[in-house]
């Protein structure tokens, strides 16, 4: 066949050896590290994981919103702050994780923490999605037929607007306030001599790991999410309409479907996500401020898209490499770079594969 | 009292703009001295206005201040215009831009009143290295059509990598001569080299962020909307951490990482800002006004009918990237040079958001609208608001971040279009085109053809 | 094999050799074989679907083939990018109009002469000499195309705000300003009353005969083809089925089959099952 000579075609080897060449140094740094100290490599690794699995939560509302109306939420990680605060009030100022104990005095005392955790988190869950909600029909959707930017723009001013607003002397202020838990931290050394119970100002030993019970529960919960998000959106019927929304609007109302009644239900769900993610973040990072979901929401996002926005399972994917890049950034690089290494990671997926990992090639059009 | 004040600064807003629109329409006017009268005039009135005459100074410091940082924001927001505006391609980096050009001024400025070359020698060259580089490689990659552009990618960054280190070699080398000429009282440490070595520090920045915006942009580029978004976006995150870790990180111990560069020489004059502000409305201006501005148009409008027009569709997104980024390293050269003190918190994305609101504001596509959305949004915001608000506690300051986000809002739900629209004055307005032949007198078509086919 | 093998004066415009593209599983054009000889007006016709305007794309270089090759003058030109053989001498309009919608209908026809405006980026940045004469000169050339068209005086109108018949000649004037030697007009009558498909077969043949072009074009009118092409090539599922002139290819059963017969029906059938 005659084709046109291109002799640049047979140097795809220099771009090729690049990427070789930045994954060799990759392994070499990090195989360093784990031949150096394999305890704390993999200490890194749990707390990268646990990290990831917080992220994970995030990106699943970005991932379904950005499946749904292809708009960047900004305002997402904020949400994801407010869910942190309300679960910070509802347990500082009114008490209200103890309320099983005041209503039936005989309660055993686990029972009582079990409940009262659950009535703080889905009251944050809650409140996330009547926020989240609320933003979407005030501010998104009149804007639905409008160039995309204009929804955009909108997004980042309410997230501007949810963080300043918060930074309010009289909402949350603008200092940041130490988180207090609902239940006590408990960790336990993994290591050779099997599974002990950490006692408070006990040392940690050297040839072990410790896990906490906030890790566990953060990793039970995402999992127990991504589960039932994976159900709700394979096997309802609301699941379905959401796909057929996010595949073709005009179609799905056609056939049928509240389109923007799938829309919203889209940021509730995702909202109350983020407002869980909110509380473990905070249980686990006890210190929050009115501005602590800018980083967090944007590195949920990288994760999102990482992973090919529009994809579940690529929001998990996404997620966890995320953490563990944060994590092992912080422990072998350099603490403050970590975001720097999160965003590279992302540009240089973006090299190889476009649209994320688990993200479908762009059509071709003409 | 406040409503003195409130009145002053509306007055002031309003003259403002009056100057910009007859700034526009001077540099509008046809014949070469009245341009030339035009802009010298109006350089005058303004540097007439920040004179203290008889202790009586109509711009003080505040006003001058604000000019100033109008100046630059215009700068950056015009790049942005060219980049999203006109050529279609979501940037979210543009800050990112700014801020690698007002440190790269201000370390090359800042070594030279420390006596110490190597800025102005090492950038200089470096500079100059890679613009030979980037034609170099850009040869080689031309003659092996089809070159992945992963591949062309690596090739210039590791001419990049090489020219950066001949730099460092030979500024090095070069810097013990001229040491001694720097020091207190030497030849080259006066105010007139001190102003030259300011100018080549603001040009050679503005071209190392052309540079950068280039190896960058050559293969984030080929993502397209919201990926290329979310690129830039990183970019600019990058360059804020390089920017706090500056000291430990990058070699450099006087930009001194997140706790700010302090003692930047305070070169910027309305001189400068006004000459630099000048020739970015004019290349602008004449950029898209020329056959290559409407190919970068016609990319924003139709990928796919601008290839089918014989458009390269990647070397003209190149192209007006690169060329924004410019104008933002000018600016943030500018910038630098003004306010004396450099720290990562000036350059965080949230305030890259601004650029952006701005252009919207003025309108898409608008260089009019760019330019008075940026004056506007400096005087009325940091002027006005902040003065007006910080009367009332000490949440002033929040006060104006949950105030302008209602406004912009609003804005987008009452006028997505932004302020201005498409609407262009003077300088700016479209040329208006004088045929020389006659109206299809000397067409070279049949006009019978013509005729029976386009009149029924 | 190569074409270079046969005398010169008998290269084709544009020949096709066993082109074949696939989509995912979906194999859209399949082993398709074209001819279009100097100064031809040829026609591309076939049910919806039929892989037309996947070839059209290929030829212009917006897709790339999964096999075969086309050649233009003897040139080959898969693996080039669009604009490349677009200056290679391959104009194009689009089945749905793609017109610069915001620009102006003098910009849109200028913006095809960006290849060989005559002057560079710094002349455009400096305003010499050289960039006011080029720039004079293709804006007046650009001129005389739209009076050809009778759009002279609609040129300072965004091209969104030009009723449907209007965009569609804008286009046409803008594929001719790229100063192409072959013409590929994806359904230029689309949308387009009896009245006006009139005009437009005067224009298709005064643009041929004016410019001395070579004209490929997709079309559902039957009307327009077979008044004014001068060979048809019949698709249906990205097959060839049919070649000849339009007496000859009115009367194929295979191609009445084609758009009435068995598989219209067999299609219709599977339509409605979708439902």
Known sequence: ?366 | ?456 | MNASSSAPAAVPVLEIRRLTKVFGGLRAVGDFNLEVQKGALDGLIGPNGAGKTTVFNMISGLYAPTEGAILLNGEPTVGLEPYEITNMGVGRTFQNIRLFQNLTVLDNVRIAYHPHAGYSLADGLTRNGRFSANEHELTERAQDFLAIFGLDRVQNELAKNLPYGEQRRVEIARALASNPKLLLLDEPAAGMNPNEISRLMEYIHFIRDRFSLTILLIEHQMRLVMNICERLTVMDFGQVIARGTPREIQDNPQVIEAYLGRGAIGRAGVIRKDI
């Open chain 2, 1 to 456: 009292m406040n409503f003195v004040y409130l009145a002053t600064s509306a007055l002031k807003i309003v003259a403002l703009l009056a100057y910009l629109y007859a700034l526009l329409w001077v540099l509008g006017r046809k014949q070469l001295w009245a341009k030339i009268v035009g802009v010298v005039a109006a350089f005058g009135v303004v540097q007439l206005a920040m004179t203290p005459i008889g202790g009586l100074r109509i711009f003080n410091d505040f006003d001058s201040g604000l000019l100033y940082q109008a100046c630059t924001m215009s700068m950056v927001a015009m790049g942005l215009n060219l980049i999203y505006g006109f050529n279609g391609q979501f940037s979210l980096g543009q800050w990112g831009f700014y801020g690698v050009g007002a440190y790269a001024a201000a370390d090359i400025t800042y070594r030279w009143v420390d006596g110490d070359a190597r800025g102005l020698l090492v950038a200089g060259i470096g500079v100059a290295l890679g613009g030979l580089m980037i034609l170099g490689v850009n040869r080689f990659v031309n003659r092996f059509k089809g070159m992945p552009v992963l591949s062309q990618f690596t090739l210039y960054l590791l001419g990049a990598i090489l020219a950066g280190w001949v730099a460092v070699v030979i500024g090095n080398a070069l810097n013990p001569l001229l040491a001694p000429l720097l020091e207190e009282g030497g030849p080259l440490a006066g105010y007139i080299p001190q102003q030259i070595v300011f100018f080549l520090a603001v040009v050679i920045a503005g071209v190392f962020t052309a540079e950068l915006s280039f190896l960058f942009g050559l293969p984030v580029l080929t993502l397209g909307s919201d990926y290329f978004g979310i690129a830039t976006l990183g970019f600019a995150i990058i360059v804020y951490t390089l920017m706090n870790n500056s000291d430990t990180i990058l070699p450099f111990p006087e930009m001194k990482g997140g706790r700010g560069m302090i003692g930047i020489p305070q070169y910027t004059t309305w001189f400068w800002a006004f000459l630099f502000l000048l020739v970015v409305i004019v290349v602008m201006r004449n950029l898209i006004y020329s056959s290559t501005g409407r190919a970068i148009m016609a990319v924003r409008e139709d990928e796919t009918a601008a290839k089918a027009m014989g458009i390269n569709v990647a070397q003209n997104k190149l192209l007006a990237f690169v060329i924004g980024s410019l104008f933002a390293g000018l600016g943030g050269a500018i910038y630098a040079h003004y306010i004396g003190f450099l720290s990562p918190g000036a350059f965080t994305f949230l305030l890259g958001f601004n650029p952006m609101i701005i252009v919207v504001f003025g309108g898409l596509g608008s260089m009019t609208g760019t330019l008075t959305a940026s004056f506007g949004w400096i005087f009325f915001l940091e002027g006005l608001l902040r003065v007006i608000l910080s009367q009332l506690g000490t949440d002033a300051p929040t006060w104006r971040f949950v105030l302008y986000p209602i406004a912009l809002l609003l804005l987008m739900l009452l006028k997505p279009a932004g302020l201005l629209g498409n609407v262009e004055w003077g300088f700016f307005k479209k040329p208006v085109f004088v045929r020389v032949r006659g109206a299809g007198g000397v067409a070279p078509a049949p006009a019978g053809a013509a005729g029976e086919g386009g009149q029924p």
């Open chain 1, 1 to 366: 066949m005659p084709t046109v000579n291109r002799p640049g075609a047979r140097l795809a080897w220099i771009g090729q050896a690049f990427l070789l060449g930045l994954a060799l140094l990759v392994l070499v740094i990090l195989g360093r590290a784990l031949a150096a100290n394999p305890i704390l490599f993999l200490q890194q690794v749990l707390n990268g994981l646990q990290l990831g699995f917080v992220y994970a939560l995030i990106a699943l509302g970005y991932t379904m919103v950005y499946g749904i109306v292809k708009l960047i939420n900004f305002a997402h990680g904020d949400v994801f702050m407010v869910g942190a605060f309300v679960s910070y009030f509802a347990v500082a100022r009114f008490r209200l994780s103890e309320w099983p104990a005041a209503a039936f005095p005989g309660m055993p005392g686990w029972l009582v923490l079990l409940l009262g955790s659950l009535t703080v988190i889905l009251l944050s869950m809650t409140i996330c999605a009547i926020l989240a909600v609320t933003i979407e029909r005030v501010a998104y959707k009149p804007l639905r037929d409008a160039p995309r930017i204009a929804a955009l723009i909108t997004a980042i001013g309410v997230s501007f607007f949810l963080e300043y607003f918060g930074a309010l002397g009289f909402v949350f202020s603008p200092r940041f306030i130490p988180y207090e838990r609902m239940f006590n931290v408990t960790t336990w050394t993994v290591g050779a001599g099997g599974i002990h119970r950490l006692v408070s100002g006990q040392a940690v030993p050297d040839n072990a790991i410790t896990i906490s019970n906030i890790f566990v529960i953060i990793l039970l919960a995402s999992i127990l999410m991504q589960t039932l998000l994976q159900f709700l959106v394979r096997r309802t019927k609301i699941g379905k309409a959401m796909r057929a929304s996010s595949f073709d609007k005009p179609t799905a109302r056609l056939m049928g479907i509240n389109v923007d009644g799938v829309i919203s239900f889209t940021f509730a769900v995702g909202a109350a996500f983020a407002g869980l993610a909110g509380v473990l973040f905070a249980i686990a990072y006890p210190s929050i401020t009115s501005q602590m979901g800018i980083l967090p929401g944007l590195k949920a996002f990288i994760a999102a898209v990482l992973g090919g926005i529009g994809s579940i399972p690529g929001a998990l994917v996404g997620a966890l490499i995320m953490g563990q890049a944060e994590a092992l950034t912080a422990g072998y690089i350099s603490t403050p770079m970590r975001d720097a290494v999160a965003f590279t990671i992302l540009i240089v997926v973006f090299l190889v594969r476009p649209r994320g990992i688990f993200g479908e090639p762009e059509g071709e059009k003409a």
